[in-house]
């Protein structure tokens, strides 16, 4: 069963676990995933959320990793790639996976797939829009977006442009070399139109999800010359993942 979960054979595999929706035992299960260093991260962490959705989004990491190539998953270690961005160190026969977590209030999210870039994040809209830093994340053409919008609609619209962003600056590692104005989005559909860090846009595929009412997701892959890329976005399956995990 190893290795062969319905869904983890796509170009590109998106799992999320909604923490509060994880039983006692599930939590339990995504600790002991964890290595010495990620435990120790998890429990200098101040608030119990906080801890939780670290734990969570690094557990299923090694999960999804698992699932993919049949390896343990506290088997594996990483090396920072470019601008350290964490990256699987794979064993001689295992595909080059690439991968990107995020993790925000009550929600945990992992995005992998094989020899391409991608980024994931995700942000909880339980709260107002921090409209007041528009100005510092948003380009001229995204605030005339967000503006042309009702004020009801604004708080989805800046979430949405917003972990675009994110996610796409987290796929090219650029997040801490790059404002987040430095790369401009559209919307309806996704699509990059322009970024200081990349002269190819058009290469650079870009999926939003609405995860229940209170979470804005997004994707961001390198497709190259590709239109045929396969994905997969779930709920994670922790049962299946139990048994896929080698622990």
């Known amino acids: 069963m190893r290795g062969k979960e319905a869904g983890y054979r796509a170009d590109v595999i998106f799992r999320w676990i909604l ?5 006692a ?3 339990a299960f995504l600790e002991t995933l964890l290595s010495e260093d990620e435990r120790q991260a998890a429990l200098a962490l ?10 969570a989004a690094h557990a299923l990491a090694r999960a999804l990793l698992a699932a993919r190539t049949g390896r343990a998953a506290r088997d594996w270690a990483f090396r920072a790639g470019l601008h350290g ?12 996976i690439r991968l990107n977590l995020s993790h925000t209030r009550g929600l945990a999210a992992v ?3 094989v020899g391409r870039e991608i980024g994931v994040d995700v942000e909880w809209m339980g709260q107002p829009a921090p409209f007041e830093v528009a100005e510092q994340i948003f380009a001229p053409a995204e605030r005339d977006l967000l503006d042309a919008h009702r004020p009801d609609e604004r708080p989805e619209v800046f979430y949405r442009l917003w972990t675009l962003k994110e996610a796409y600056l987290k796929a090219t590692a650029c997040g801490l070399a790059r404002a987040p104005v430095s790369c401009v989005f559209a919307l309806d559909p996704p699509r990059l139109l ?6 190819d846009p058009a290469r650079w595929h870009l999926r939003l999800y609405r995860i229940e009412a209170a979470y804005m997701a997004s994707l ?4 190259g010359a590709s239109s045929r890329i396969s994905v997969s976005a779930a709920p994670a399956d922790l049962a299946r993942l139990r048994a896929a995990s080698g622990n």
Request: proline content about 12%.
């Open 19 to 23: 923490i509060d929706q994880t039983s």
């Open 220 to 223: 961001a892959y390198d497709a």
């Open 194 to 199: 322009k970024s200081e860090c990349d002269p």
């Open 111 to 113: 995005a992998l797939c």
């Open 25 to 27: 035992g599930d939590r």
């Open 85 to 96: 961005k964490p990256r699987p160190i794979a064993r001689p026969g295992e595909p080059d």
């Open 46 to 55: 101040r608030f119990e959320e906080d801890r939780a959705a670290y734990v």
